[in-house]
């Protein structure tokens, strides 16, 4: 099994609700990933997962909350977000975080905030 | 290369024609360099990887080239398909962090049938 899978796939939310978005993998890695990526622009890292720990917070606004349950899990809890955090939100896993590996994307969750 | 701004590159062939896409990047240090594809409306797709220690990798239709004098990146994809149409970014680590990748602009592939 070498995929990443997200859902939902699609998610509409207002500015007072929250809402979690869901990646898993089981290809047994254990650098997990989220990625924020706006149209034509490449992806932007927000959060790194190494061993089921928080490695690195690229600055985000607290109202994004990750979350890693287990290796193979791994949540964003999203509250009171506006409307220009509308993105698509892509997971991505590696195998350990050594020097020189592939990130494996999932398909990504397209978030649309009114 | 790629330009800066909004604009995303784009680059247009006929199909069955060969497409060259160019990344050029700014770390002398980076080791591995990664090809990904991503089509509308999905996430990036791993297509190839190549380390410093080549200059050149093949895979199933596709060759990523590495001049490392000039610190620049080519993928070339051989046959273009119309199911080859998609954006297309270069990844080098970034340097000091083994989870940071430092992407390109990309490149826009529309492959007319």
């Known amino acids: 099994d070498t995929e990443v899978t997200q859902t939902p796939k699609h998610l509409v939310m207002g500015m007072t609700n929250k809402k979690s978005l869901k990646c898993e993998q089981h290809?047994?890695?254990?650098?997990m990933y989220w990625y924020k990526q706006k149209a034509k622009k490449p992806p932007e890292l927000m959060f790194v997962?190494?061993?089921?720990?928080?490695?690195i917070n690229e600055s985000v606004p607290s109202r994004f909350s990750p979350e890693c349950p287990n290796s193979s899990l791994l949540n964003l809890h999203l509250h009171a977000l506006q409307p220009e955090d509308s993105a698509l939100y892509l997971c991505?896993?590696?195998?350990?975080?050594?020097?020189?590996?592939?990130?494996?994307f999932g398909p990504g969750t397209r978030l649309l905030v009114l | 290369g790629e330009s800066v701004g909004l604009h995303l590159p784009t680059l247009s062939v006929q199909e069955g024609d060969n497409s060259i896409i160019n990344c050029a990047y700014s770390?002398?240090?980076?080791?591995?360099f990664i090809w990904y594809k991503q089509e509308s409306g999905k996430g990036p797709q791993f297509i190839i990887d190549?380390?410093?220690?080549?200059d050149k990798r093949q895979g199933q239709r596709v060759t990523v080239l590495l001049n490392k004098t000039v610190k620049h990146l080519s993928l070339q994809i051989a046959a273009t398909q119309p199911g080859d149409s998609a954006v297309y970014f270069c990844?080098?680590?970034?340097?000091?962090?083994?989870?940071?990748?430092?992407f390109g602009k990309g490149t826009l592939l529309t492959v007319n049938p």
């Open positions: 997962y190494s061993y089921e720990k928080l490695s």
């Open positions: 290809m047994g890695h254990r650098a």
């Open positions: 190549i380390r410093s220690n080549m």
């Open positions: 991505a896993s590696s195998p350990g975080g050594f020097n020189g590996e592939t990130q494996y």
């Open positions: 770390n002398s240090a980076s080791d591995y």
């Open positions: 990844a080098e680590p970034n340097g000091g962090s083994n989870y940071k990748l430092t």
